[in-house]
């Protein structure tokens, strides 16, 4: 899934990155930049990554690593402890040139997500500067493809950097990419990298090979060579009619030059200014030919280096070429938040090359320094170690010795950024982070997930079962119940942002407790299952869910199938369809692959699994949970109702395979439905939602009231009294908050689950008949517990009186100040399809006749009391006051009442 | 557009100013408020609301109206306007502001009664969920909606079986039983009548309590009194783990559970009216007047004084700090801006070093000993008219407000710590040992400060102890714990110190409850005002006095 907001300006989805990559699923992360914010990283990006195993490495430019590192006082060396010991950091092999290509790879269980483009890895490069980015997700042809090249890329660069403890984490990290599926198609998004050709030559083969003549050539970028020659040189091998330079007052090059070029290129040129007129990052050549454009975007920018160099020679760099249509390319140039003007040539000339100052290079390369076990550091440098040298930690140091070949430390030394010094303290090495190859480690194969890594009640042999996976992959990404819930990542302790004014409600330790909640690593996947965007697909999570509960390896495109589906019901009846025929497959062909797993009754499962389902209900409403997000029991609702539907598809393709039996679904499914959607008297957890309110309705689940029909339907069908009574304030409820939608979808599924035909007209009119089942006892009780009265009883008289109703009630003192008495008359007028009703208290005494036209007659208790009437009762005054909570008084003259 | 092309990117982090950059307002208002006046908000002014909210909650129940939330919110808006417009309707022209009065106020200009009805807070519970649930409830009036009743939840707020809420909840039923807004028109939808709203005004308006004994003395028992058979549960804080660096929980322990320590509040507060009568209308006199409270008359009175004089030291300390951030924000800003890039950490040393150049202007090479006993001698080379240490301890809190500077925040340092040094007792030893979860005590502070002084220190060589320390270091792990809220001010990126201009200024002092002490007080009689508008302690608040300090 990939997280987009619109900007209403320019039209145009954007990507933020931050979201996009650091989740709490994430088992791996791999990124290449040029420089990198240790302190944005180490105390908030990866504390959203959650807990190990997590396999990260950044490989960076050498010469920004050391700048930064440099930087570091001895007061502030706690900025690295994370570094080489809980993830890798690695300087990106680089030649002559930089090491600049700027490419962030994360992977989940189930997909994985490469953006490449032009965003450092800092607060500026991913989130709030203006920088591009080529979003691709395996399971999609060019996703399937980009990542294969960046895979085959980057290991060509750990191969570069020879050193064992990162190639050790890429192979890892290969072991955990999902395997393609997608077929390569031609003419769509690709990876460029420099390492073999420069990324000018790749651009030009490309666009010629499809045009011999190019009208447009477009550009933007932070940085030229100085004399303009990169871009200069593509003029001329494409030579376009026209060439448009976006930029900024900040553009680096010399403008003499550039503007010189510019004009004696033949082209038509036009250059115009982003305003606001600040910095922009991002870097992007289109080309348009015809009805034909190209876009290439990433990390180079219109120098030499970057462009016409391969990498070695010049920098490393990765960019992504992409077809795209003329109006796309211009699209492609205006960030969402500007606007543009446009320049004379003589604002050209004001531009100026800025130079990066490189600072004097070390006279000694610490290459590597490694922890062993006695706190003794190795070290590696260039040269090799010369007499009087030590390592020092910025605040102790130790000699260095060479030892059974290697150059090590005499004793121990405690800091982790280190550096060799002279025997005086003299700096002579750049500074280097100590590895920590236990932590390293551990970071790879620990789960250390505290709070437990699956519900209490199952044992560990349960979790083999398609139930007991459901219900573990349901603990481990989402919170179901808050007392379970457990202080999370890394660098968010102590008071949290939602500070409460003291003069509010909210008290301390609320909002200790909701902080708690919030570093949950879990809290972060209700945004994934809440932010998508309508007609997206079927969230991800809810794949993940299925994957986990599915007892054989997918055999479709189900990023495919997910993005063609806003029905979770559809999503699981083809699925079923497709194991059937796998089924037939698999006995036809008898093939000698492992037996499939077949799901086995377990008593005992079922016990442990339902009281999970149990408990979990009954968590829905505890309060705290709405911290998390306040549709987040939604999310849990949704999650479950998906667990449900897979697990009747499961009874009904063979009972014996499920660990739970129909009659468990049915009534766990009440006890989910009963505290979620209420009776229909502001008891439900819906009821606290304004389910109005487009900005809520858009963020639950599409297809859960579809879901929620079929779940409904099949445990209502087999209906006896007691079923339908205890079921028709939950349905009614459910359909007064338009969660229950009897579609086409649910009767296929339930007909899948019924082995038969069964039409949507049937689902929706035997819901509706339990909704609408009643009877006098039925009306009356329900009626009394609605106003909360001691005891009503009706009493139909004949009809044609003016009068054909009685009631007796008990629990009411004064029937004119009682709110609710009119709401009572109107109710059994309703009911009884009457008018005139006489209402008799048998504990108080009074009694009160009401009839349309006529006053209310009041007499009240006691000997000698008077006949007391109202004014007469106009048609519709009754119900008007009773959906006011009205009382009758109002009716009454108030002297005469007083 | 299809999905692979490429995509401007947009913010995750949202920028937002952020209240306490710093961590010192949650000292005052998470670890010290709740240990000093248990239970009483900022904004829990009015006793009598005490008794309305109780009276509420008893109708409720008593007319079995839908125990759910949302129906209780409802009834609760809708007769707090009622009421509001009952106050604002008061024939005895009290001057009362109503929960609310923002929203009711124009409506009875703008319109001729009868007034329609409406609901005056838009959040759930009204007035009530605002301000006043947390209180009762924690004075044990209230079981708040979730409270355990057996194995099951109760769904909605309901008093507690205790003697005290039913005595409060007739007292105010009393009160208003025999108006025919109660009689007729409680639960009506009808407009309103002006002679009906002026009838309950003239009984309900919050103005009456001190009228009327028995209510008066019901709300009174509300906050000071204990049910039987039950003690009184201590003023609780939240641990901050195993940290020597705090007496939170010793004060808590000592000071005898949270009504005793209430009622201790409330009787110090009384013996400082007695002594300034400005402090009921005066934050400043509230503030100078707890720090110079008269001599206490009991053991309990001096605990509790030594509390509250701790607090008013905490706070001269927070803004003597903030003009440190402040200017080193400002400066950092500039210095950034001209240099085109972000601040080594020696840089930083040195612009913190600088500041102080004031004003006022001190040597910054001069040992801070030496400045110390300037101040201490009244004789410091800053102008003439400018003599700190002849200032009251507010007026040198409201200097360096005013001065903003960080040497402004540096003096008011060293003279805060000279007149601490002259403090002692029990309780302001605790108190002076709060400290936050992220910023030491102040005792911490001043023991840090002695000990530069001790070693030689200068004043710039103190700015940047202070910079650092309680600057530097704690925004940065604060700002970080509240991403994706962007609140840094300024922050290490790439080894360079980046400063950020949104937002960037003082920040101010959490609310240390002048008007709930002024208000509750008076309503509860304990106070009253004079024929001049002054105010004297009344016959009531005597007793109370009494019976409190003995």
Known sequence: MTTYSQDDSAGAARIQPVTELFRSNVVAFWATTYNIDLALFNEFLLGRLGEPPLNIAILADADRVAATLARIPSEKVDQVALINSRWLLRSGPSGNGRFHPKSYLAVTPTKATLLVGSGNLSASGLDEGREVFTAFVSGTPDGDDAIDVWRTWIRRLVQRVDDTRLAERFAELESRLPKPVSPRITGTARVLHNLDEALADQLVATVMAESARVDDLIVTAPFFDRNGIALTSLIERLSPQRVTLYMTTATSVDGVQLATALQTSGADVKVWLYEPDRFTHAKVIGAIAGSRGWILSGSANLSRAALTMTAGTGNVELSVITPASPSDVWAAFLPPDAATRELSFADLLTLEYATEADGDAPSVRLLSAVAIADGRIDVVCEPTLQAGWRLGDLATHSALVVERNATRTVGPLPGRLVQIESGDGTPLSNRIVVDDPKGLDAALRVRARTGGDQPIELHSGDLDTAVGKALVYLHRNLIMDVTEAAPGGAGSGGVGADESDSVTDDDLWERLEREQLGRDPRANNYGRLLGQPAGLGVSEPILELLEAMRDRAPTQDRSALASTSDSVLRLLRLQAEEDDDADDDDEDQDTADAPRRRWKPETRVRVRARNVLRRWAAAQNDPRLIWIDHLAPAVNFSMVATTFARLWLAVADDPDRCELRATDLADLWFAWMRPFVGSGRGDGWLDQLDLKDDAVRGRLPASLAETVAALSWLTVRRRDRDTTIAWQPVLSAALDRALLEPTEEAARFVSHVVHARVERSRVEEDLLQCIEFIDDDLWCERTRLELALDALRLDVGSTGQAVSVRLHIRGVNNPLTDPRLPQLIVATRRYRRCDGLATFSDDEGWRLVVTTGQPVAYLAAGHGQELVESAVVEQGALEAMAAASGILSDLFARAAVA | ?550
């Open chain 2, 1 to 550: 557009m299809t999905e692979t092309l490429p995509r401007w990117i947009a913010a995750s982090l949202e920028i937002k100013e952020g209240r306490d950059p710093l961590g010192l307002q949650t000292t005052t208002q998470d670890r010290l408020m709740p240990l000093l006046l248990p239970g009483v908000l900022e904004l829990s002014v009015r006793a009598r609301y005490l008794s309305f909210h109780t009276f509420l909650l008893d109708e409720y129940r008593r007319r079995r109206l839908a125990p759910d939330s949302r129906s209780l919110s409802t009834f609760i808006k809708h007769r707090e306007w009622e009421y509001g417009l009952a106050v604002l309707s008061c024939p005895h022209e009290c001057g009362s502001v109503p929960v609310g009065a923002d929203r009711i106020r124009p409506l009875m200009r703008q319109t001729n009664p009868p007034y329609p009805r409406g609901e005056s807070v838009e959040s759930p519970f009204g007035g009530y969920g605002l301000y006043y649930r947390s209180p009762l409830a924690e004075f044990g009036i209230v079981a708040r909606a979730g409270t355990m009743l057996g194995d099951t939840p109760i769904t909605v707020d309901v008093l507690t079986t205790s003697e005290r809420a039913r005595r409060i909840a007739d007292a105010f039923r009393a009160s208003v039983e025999e108006t025919d807004y109660y009689q007729h028109w409680f639960l009506s939808v009808e407009p309103l009548p002006a002679d009906v709203l002026r009838d309950y005004g003239a009984v309900g308006c919050l103005c009456r309590l001190p009228h009327l004994p028995e209510e008066r003395d019901a709300v009174h028992d509300a906050l000071f009194g204990t049910d039987a058979a039950v003690e009184s549960a201590p003023a609780g804080v939240p641990a901050l783990g195993d940290d020597i660096d705090d007496t939170s929980e010793a004060i808590a322990v000592e000071q005898g559970g949270a009504v005793v320590q209430r009622r201790r509040s409330f009787a110090h507060y009384l013996t400082i009216v007695a002594h300034e009568p400005a402090v009921v209308d005066n934050g400043s006199s509230f503030r100078e007047a707890l720090w110079s409270s008269p001599t206490p008359v009991s053991d309990g009175q001096d605990l509790v004084a030594g509390h509250w004089s701790a607090l008013i030291a905490k706070d001269v300390w927070q803004d003597a700090i903030c003009s440190v951030w402040s200017e080193f924000c400002r400066a950092g800003l500039s210095r950034t801006r001209s240099l085109g890039r972000g601040l080594t950490w020696l840089e930083t040393q040195e612009l913190a070093r600088e500041l102080a150049a004031g004003p006022p202007r001190i040597a910054s090479d001069a040992t801070i000993a030496a400045v110390a006993a300037q101040l201490a001698m009244d004789n410091t080379p800053f102008a003439a008219d400018l003599r700190p240490a002849r200032m009251t301890l507010e007026e040198l809190r409201r200097w360096t407000v005013v001065t903003d500077s960080a040497a402004s925040g540096l003096v008011a340092l060293l003279e805060l710590d000279r007149r601490a040094s002259e403090r002692s007792g029990h309780g302001w030893t605790l108190a002076t040992g709060v400290r936050s979860a992220w910023q030491p005590s102040l005792r911490s502070v001043r023991d840090g400060l002695h000990a530069l002084s001790e070693s030689g220190a200068t004043v710039a060589d103190v700015l940047w102890w202070l910079t650092e320390n309680f600057v530097l270091r704690t925004h940065e792990r604060i700002a970080y714990s509240k991403l994706p809220e962007f609140t840094f001010r300024f922050r290490w990126e790439e080894g360079l110190l980046r400063f950020f201009d949104h937002g960037m200024g003082r920040f101010p002092l959490a609310a240390i409850r002048m008007r709930a002490f002024s208000l509750l007080s008076q309503d509860l009689g304990l106070w009253e005002r004079d024929p001049d508008e002054g105010a004297v302690v009344s016959p009531h608040g005597t007793a109370f006095l009494e019976e409190v300090f003995g």
